[in-house]
């Protein structure tokens, strides 16, 4: 079974730095494949964050970035703010089964 | 900003059909992929299904493969959804493709709004 996982929460204070991390196994996220990161405030439709394991959508602030290594990727928030509270979800693709996946999701709370 | 809108989703019987439809601003509507993703109520994202800018090959999920259609035209793109079930309750959304698709380098850079379709008698 393809799968990406996310940690179901991560929490912090105000100014903190938090990270999301994202595991991929068979066929996913151990190759050249890329992890895209989407931010979705409940109610709302997501949106995208972050492209290519690390390019920036336009008008995302410089406190969001991503990175990738091996098996591995992550998400990082720098000087937490309390519109960032929200659920983060990534995003790769199996070449096997040639399906995207989402990972399962990250509940983001500002303490 | 490109603007996604969809639209379309409703309340149907089970085993009902459903047909929801995308649109996108912009020009060169031809030139992206076109996806819709899920998600049902209190659950994560899943993606449902894709179409090449071109229209000329379509992906989809197994989950709803032999039962959904996606397609598109100039202007819009489409999902026709049969066999419909409680388990295909959930938001749609319709979202913009980019990278080159389907591989590991596409991703979705513009989402519609979503639209509800609900699966109950």
Same mark, same amino acid.
């Given at each position: 079974?393809? *799968?990406?996982?996310?940690? =179901?929460? !991560?929490?912090?204070? =105000?100014?903190?730095? !938090? ?15 890329? *992890? ?9 439709? =997501?949106?995208?964050?972050?492209? /290519?394991? $690390? $390019?920036?959508?336009?008008? *995302?602030?410089?406190?969001?970035? /991503? ?11 720098? /000087? ?18 040639? *399906? !995207?996946?989402?990972?399962g999701g990250t509940r983001l709370t500002v303490l | 900003d490109v603007q996604v809108v969809d639209s379309g989703g409703d309340l149907v019987q089970p ?9 996108? +601003?912009?020009?060169?509507? +031809?030139?992206?992929? %076109? ?18 800018? +071109?229209?000329?090959?379509t992906y989809y999920a197994e989950s709803v493969k032999g039962r959904f259609i996606i397609s598109r035209d100039s202007s819009t793109a489409a999902l026709? %959804? ?12 319709c979202a913009r493709s980019s990278g080159t698709y389907l591989s590991g380098y596409t991703w979705f850079d513009s989402w519609g709004q979503g639209t ?6």
């Open positions: 079974q393809s *799968v990406l996982t996310q940690p =179901p929460s !991560v929490s912090g204070a =105000p100014g903190q730095r !938090v990270t999301i991390s994202c595991t991929g196994s068979g066929s996913i996220i151990g190759t050249d494949y890329h *992890v895209h990161w989407y931010q979705q405030i409940p109610g709302t439709a =997501p949106r995208l964050l972050i492209s /290519g394991n $690390n $390019n920036r959508r336009s008008g *995302v602030p410089d406190r969001f970035s /991503g990175s990738k290594s091996g098996t591995s990727a992550s998400l990082a928030i720098t /000087g937490l703010q309390a519109e960032d509270e929200a659920d983060y979800y990534c995003q790769s693709y199996d070449s096997r089964l040639s *399906v !995207v996946l989402f990972g | 085993g009902g059909s459903l047909r929801l439809s995308c649109a996108a +601003s912009g020009s060169h509507f +031809s030139s992206y992929a %076109m996806t819709w993703v899920r998600q049902a109520p209190g659950k994560g994202l899943e993606w449902v299904a894709g179409i090449t800018g +071109s229209g000329d090959h026709e %959804m049969n066999g419909l079930g409680a388990e295909d309750t959930a938001i749609y959304y509800p379709v609900t699966v109950a008698s």
